[in-house]
């Protein structure tokens, strides 16, 4: 019997509902309150660890959609298909590493760049509309943010020391 | 005093910044409306980091015009195309279309953008008188009213948001769980931390919903490479089309039946917690259809079909605004993001938050009647804008708005951390819409979450013990009115799924309505004793109704769905 993507959904929930739950048990009472700190959370818990019950056994006792069982996927078409959300996590997940050394407007061209690039058709050409793109968006934005709405935005430590 | 307030915001929505503001902003939300894919509600997220270097009232009138803007721009692409720019605008694209191909495409566009203005103008009115008398009503409320309140927008918005009632509660619980991360706002005591600054300082609040909606969203739209590659839309078709204003006024005018009560389905849609644009349009398309002798000319390009869903969705805005104003309830996503920016001027949505904030509040009232003025002026400048702005490749879009995102989220707080909270969230978000949960019940637990947990405790704190807070819930009249609507909003997605199939289904109307009037006896005052004895009326006319029938459902009665 094929396991359908619900009921394994319904399982990870039980399961961070049993974690969360047992953090909640953790969770300091203090003297003073009426209500413990616990006592909320652990409401919504019971929610959800119902709910998500009952989602299980709903995904146990329906029958796969026929789109679904032909939606079943090998890793490498897995792959491909979200190839474009990957790439943006990825190169987001860098912008963010990067982010105190390259600065903000470094690191955001960089990042609008490199995910244009990878996104887009490769060609000289476009490469060089993706770097304009970039340029243009980036410094566009920047400077309304830093001049219009005076938000100091991080510097990162290449454009620091050259100062 | 009523005179004074407005006079004083009058002078602020009137100031030369704000109107140049406001006009940014109806023009954004009318592109934004235009392009499939890029929601109303991207569109008011995305002005959201813009609004903490302004005012509140700047901030918000900026904001309700994207917000009007994008209700108004869903048509041009609808008519234009047959693709309908936003949910909001599904139903139009019904008749707008063909009207638009049978070479008529000014007369479309006229007809459109004037059925939105009269909506909007329609829900205005309603919305400055009932506002400050729904606020009078919600100042009765108690902590365990309120309670019962969040309980029944959470259900509510789970069975509208999809499909799956389940999924839907579920994803409201993650939102509530979410909200519960980090200090706790009456003990101040530290939840689930594990041990991480990040954790114990707890999520902003729009960091979350700027990743949960606009950083999935944008996900989603550039998930197949191919399209993600081509531009937004081919709409060559368009150039040199002319809104023709005038004959459009004339048609409107005769069907003003329609606009009303078009209007009215918007604005009574706009109420309930997360019922927006996308059902109201289809349910006043519906209403117009079965209202029309000429109903089997809908589809082919009649003009009822244009003016019932554009009226009635512009009218929802109205709606969902009254609910914020009056009782600091998001009326749907798009008010929970105001909300946030409320928030972020220290400004508390609540019943009293006309009679604290009197110049906000009105300063709301006028912006919404002045946004639908500058909707249509700006509408055929846009008709030229979106003509360039769909040559774009939704890639080339997507990237730069990340970034903006990214920009924005920082630009709120000036903490990292809140980018890194805007990445997990992106992640999560787009984790959810994949394994078909729905996120706007999860946006509303994320904002309803603390006022839940606050009323919550202090509904234990006042009622002593656990079994007389229970007792108190369904004592008090108010609260006991939101529970039964909770139970029967989770009991809907069912009635839906079989009111052309199951005889249980006619007595869920009557049902509900004769269980509403129980509250309504047990509330003081002479009127509410009147609406209880005019709820049992109708619960025996609709059972009586049933029952010349024979009890039989109506096989043609489907539930309305986008594709109906």
Redesign the interface.
């Known amino acids: 019997m094929a396991v359908s993507r619900d009921t394994i959904v319904a399982i990870l929930l039980l399961a961070f509902t049993a974690l969360m739950w047992n953090a909640s048990t953790e969770i300091e009472i203090t003297p003073y309150a009426t209500m413990a700190s616990s006592v909320w959370p652990q409401i919504i818990l019971v929610g959800l660890g119902i709910f998500s019950a009952l989602l299980l056994a709903q995904a146990v006792t329906t029958k796969a959609p026929a789109e679904f069982k032909a939606d079943r996927l090998g890793p490498a078409a897995l792959l491909a298909r979200y190839r474009n959300a990957l790439i943006i996590y990825v190169l987001f997940f860098l912008f963010l590493i990067t982010l105190p050394y390259l600065g903000m407007l470094i690191g955001a061209t960089i990042f609008v760049f490199l995910a244009l690039t990878l996104l887009g058709r490769l060609s000289p050409r476009m490469v060089g509309v993706h770097a304009l793109i970039a340029l243009g968006s980036v410094g566009v934005m920047w400077a309304i943010f830093t001049y219009a709405l005076h938000v100091i935005l991080p510097q990162g430590e290449i454009l620091s020391n050259m100062y | 005093m009523i005179l004074e307030n407005i006079a004083l915001a009058f002078g602020a929505v009137f100031e030369l910044r704000n109107l140049i503001l406001m006009t940014l902003g109806v023009t954004a939300g009318l592109i934004a409306g235009s392009i499939p894919g890029f929601t109303i509600t991207m569109a008011v997220v995305l002005t959201l980091p813009?609004t903490?270097?302004l005012t509140a009232v700047e901030g918000l009138a900026t904001m309700i015009g994207v917000f009007v803007g994008g209700l108004s721009g869903g048509l041009m692409s609808g008519m234009l195309t047959g693709i309908p720019g936003t949910p909001s605008s599904i139903a139009t694209t019904f008749d707008g279309f063909p009207l638009a191909r049978s070479g008529r495409p000014g007369y479309a566009l006229g007809i459109g953008v004037w059925s939105s203005f009269f909506g909007g103008i329609f829900s205005a009115v309603l919305l400055v008188t009932l506002a400050p008398r729904l606020a009078t009503i919600g100042l009765e409320f108690g902590p365990w009213d309120y309670f019962a309140l969040v309980l029944f927008a959470l259900t509510i918005t789970a069975s509208l948001s999809g499909e799956t009632l389940?999924?839907g509660?579920?994803a409201g619980?993650?939102g509530?769980?979410v909200a519960?991360i980090g200090e706790?706002d009456?003990?101040g005591?530290?939840?689930?931390s594990?041990g991480n600054d990040m954790l114990a300082n707890g999520f902003s609040f729009l960091p979350v919903l700027i990743g949960l909606f606009a950083f999935s969203q944008l996900?989603s739209d550039?998930?197949d490479?191919e399209t993600?590659?081509k531009p937004l839309m081919e709409a060559g078709d368009a150039k040199g089309v002319k809104v023709e204003h005038w004959n459009a006024i004339k048609t409107i005018v005769k069907s003003w039946t329609n606009v009303v009560r078009s209007s009215l389905i918007g604005v009574f849609t706009g109420i309930l917690p997360a019922a927006g644009g996308s059902i109201s349009n289809i349910l006043a398309y519906d209403q117009a259809k079965k209202a029309s002798k000429e109903s089997d000319k809908f589809g082919t390009g009649h003009v009822d079909g244009i003016i019932a869903p554009e009226s009635a969705n512009n009218a929802t805005a109205g709606g969902a605004l009254i609910t914020m104003m009056a009782l600091g309830i998001p009326g749907d996503v798009v008010t929970a993001v105001m909300l946030g920016a409320l928030l972020i001027h220290n400004v508390q949505p609540s019943p009293t938050f006309i009679i604290d904030n009197p110049e906000l509040a009105y300063s709301i009232f006028i912006a919404f009647f002045l946004a639908h003025f500058i909707m249509i002026g700006m509408q055929s400048f846009c008709l030229r804008a979106f003509l360039l702005v769909v040559r774009i490749?939704m890639?080339?879009l997507a990237?730069?708005i990340?970034?903006?995102c990214?920009?924005g989220v920082?630009?709120l707080n000036?903490i990292?951390d809140d980018?890194?909270t805007l990445?997990i969230f992106?992640?999560v978000g787009?984790g959810l819409r994949l394994?078909?949960f729905p996120l706007a019940p999860m946006i509303l637990g994320v904002v309803l979450g603390h006022v839940?947990?606050l009323n919550?405790?202090r509904a234990?704190?006042i009622s002593t013990t656990g079994d007389q807070f229970l007792l108190d819930m369904i004592t008090r009249p108010w609260s006991l009115f939101f529970l039964i609507l909770a139970s029967f909003s989770l009991m809907f997605p069912f009635y839906q799924k079989h009111r052309s199939s199951k005889t249980w289904t006619v007595f869920f109307p009557p049902l509900l309505v004769l269980a509403l009037s129980i509250p309504m006896f047990m509330m003081d005052g002479m009127v509410r004793t009147v609406i209880a004895f005019g709820l049992i009326a109708i619960a025996g006319y609709l059972v009586v109704k049933a029952g010349r029938r024979g009890f039989r459902v109506d096989p043609d009665d489907t539930p309305l769905t986008p594709t109906a």
């Open positions: 813009f903490f270097g389940i999924k509660i579920i619980m993650l509530l769980l519960t706790d009456v003990n005591v530290e939840r689930f594990f996900l550039i998930q490479t993600a590659r490749p890639y080339t990237c730069v990340l970034v903006y990214a920009i920082f630009a000036n990292q980018i890194w990445f992106g992640i787009y394994l078909g839940a947990e919550l405790n234990v704190t």
